[in-house]
């Protein structure tokens, strides 16, 4: 069976080049620009890891991790948050609640397999 990723990323070309390069390797990719929609798939049907970004409308990529975070469900869930915002103060966030890694946009398509593949235990 193929393991399944959600990535929630509201910037339409980045969320395709994920699938694509992801898919590409073997994985079932599922995404959603919509947080709160995102939470209540993840509630139903946890995929085996979570791909966040940082910046979304309406809810923040934090707000969603903490959500994660907060159910038994998706509370062990992998999750990689890539953020074109990577000061100090994001990563101490993400970090204070609960980001398995944090990655820096622009990144390497290797970058985010290997990363992926890390997360995974593939």
Do not use: Y
């Amino acid at each position: 069976m193929e393991k399944r990723i959600l990535v929630i990323e509201d910037e339409p070309n980045i969320s395709e080049a994920l699938r694509f390069i992801l898919s590409r390797n073997g994985w079932q990719v599922d995404v959603s620009a919509d947080g709160h929609a995102a939470i209540e798939t993840m509630r139903k049907d946890p995929p085996d890891l979570l791909i966040l970004d940082v910046m979304l409308p309406g809810l923040s990529g934090f707000d969603v991790l903490r959500s994660v975070r907060e159910v038994e469900c998706t509370r062990d869930l992998p999750v990689l948050m890539l953020t074109a915002k990577g000061q100090g103060a994001d990563r101490a966030e993400a970090e204070r609640l609960g980001v398995t890694r944090f990655m820096t946009k622009p990144f390497a398509n290797a970058e985010v397999i290997a990363a992926v593949q890390d997360l995974a235990g593939t």
